[in-house]
């Protein structure tokens, strides 16, 4: 689990760790090094801001889990507290990951997933395993989404021969 490490003092937010925030993840945790001016506070508030939304999270002790982002180029990451303590915001670099760049493909329509659930359950166990083989390279060799709907529909008109039905 990648850990950011954030040091406040003087109410002065400093990100003292090497790593990146990758986009599109979820196992980030945030670890804070307070001053003694925090001690009072057993319950705080960080906030993550990555230029476009923000994000608090209530937390007691010194960590607690980084939110996900899907873009930026900087994760801002402060503490507030009571009434009030606050810091300044600690800049952590964030990377794109590859199912970030450009964002998340949209899902495909549900009757798709039915349609073809429907006909692998109709084939027998063992026929079952290249049957979704042949389906996900089909489905990695295309690379636009009209390409994608032609090759499922290819692929439920084989699996409907295969079974004796119609598509």
Not at 25 to 54: C, I, M, P, Q
Not at 79 to 108: E, F, K, Q
Request: with cysteine; net charge negative; aromatic share 8%.
């Amino acid at each position: 689990m990648p850990e950011l490490t954030i040091n406040i003092q003087q109410k002065n937010a400093v990100n003292t760790g090497e790593i990146p925030y990758v986009c599109g993840n979820g196992d980030y945790t945030v670890l804070f090094s307070f001053d003694a001016e925090w001690e009072a506070y057993t319950e705080k508030t960080a906030r993550f801001h990555n230029g476009e939304r923000y994000v608090d999270r209530i937390f007691t002790g010194n960590s607690c889990p980084v939110p996900v982002f899907e873009g930026g180029t900087v994760l801002h990451i402060g503490v507030y507290a009571g009434n009030l303590r606050t810091s300044t915001a600690a800049a952590v670099r964030m990377c794109h990951s590859i199912r970030t760049m450009g964002g998340a493909p949209d899902d495909p329509e549900p009757d798709v997933y039915d349609r073809i659930m429907e006909r692998l359950n109709a084939l027998e166990p063992e026929n079952r395993e290249a049957e979704l083989k042949s389906l996900r390279e089909a489905v990695d060799s295309k690379a636009d989404a009209a390409a994608v709907e032609a090759a499922l529909g290819e692929y439920i008109n084989d699996v409907a021969a295969l079974v004796g039905g119609d598509a």
